[in-house]
């Protein structure tokens, strides 16, 4: 993904912030953000892994700017790595206001998930397909 153009793709998720959502100056809060991220890598690792993926870190999240209270939210994701058993995910969030066309980035970090099997172990997942 690139750094200052929104990905033409679909987003893994689209969300409009609410008031529930933000503090009482109408930011959206961080960790709502972080949530939204986290259940987009989570959807892209798990669909890779054929079944079950779980969060075991988040590497260098950074806050580019603001969201506000009635802002378009979308993620998006895309896999850069696989080990034997991790995933590594890029993910970026923009923000659009619902009266503009254009996006702004607010958001990246890379999640990292293992594939677990139904005994909550580690298991293999497929490489990473050119």
Known sequence: MQNDVMPTCQPAIRV??????A?????VFGGWLMAQMDLAASSVASLHARGRAVTISVEGMSF???VFVGDEVSVFGRLIKVGRSSMHVEVETW??????DEGLK?????????AV??????????????
């Open 16 to 21: 409009t912030a609410m008031p529930a959502n």
């Open 23 to 27: 503090n009482v100056y109408g930011d």
């Open 64 to 66: 580019h700017r603001p």
């Open 95 to 100: 923000a659009r206001d619902r009266h503009s």
């Open 106 to 114: 607010v958001t990246h970090a890379t999640f990292v998930f293992v």
């Open 117 to 130: 099997g139904p005994d909550r172990r580690p298991r293999p997942v497929a490489p990473l397909e050119n």
